[in-house]
């Protein structure tokens, strides 16, 4: 089993920047792909951003290009997410997810292939 904290939400200004962290324990060795993922009030949950365990692969989703950065730590077992240029409508709960199945890598925009999530972090944007 792999255990998945997240921190760092906040309130922030539209335009101003959070970098969200997600701590993994348990069974880290066996994690292949991290990512996050976000649900906004009234919506469905959607991809954030992903990255491989060896860094190798990185994606975005579309809304995010250019404004969030996803990197971890070479231990693999921190993860973050650097969030600039904020937006009222990246407003959310924020999840980090990890998947420990080779499927991900192909598959690591999709919420179903990653077994493990975290409880959430809010990020409020305001105007």
């Known amino acids: 089993q792999v255990q998945l904290v997240e921190s760092g939400g906040a309130l922030v200004q539209a335009g101003g920047s959070l970098r969200l962290s997600c701590a993994a324990s348990g069974y880290t060795f066996d994690i292949r792909v991290m990512g996050w993922f976000r649900r906004a009030p009234g919506k469905e949950r959607e991809f954030v951003a992903a990255?491989?365990?060896?860094?190798?692969?990185?994606s975005y989703a579309d809304p995010v290009m250019g404004r969030f950065t996803i990197s971890r730590d070479s231990a693999g077992t921190l993860v973050y997410l650097q969030m600039n240029s904020l937006k009222p409508e990246d407003t959310a709960v924020y999840y980090c997810?990890?998947?420990?199945?080779?499927?991900?890598?192909?598959?690591?925009?999709?919420?179903?292939?990653?077994?493990?999530w975290g409880q959430g972090t809010q990020v409020t944007v305001s105007s």
């Open positions: 997810a990890a998947s420990a199945t080779a499927y991900t890598y192909s598959n690591s925009n999709v919420a179903e292939s990653y077994a493990f």
């Open positions: 990255e491989s365990r060896t860094g190798g692969s990185i």
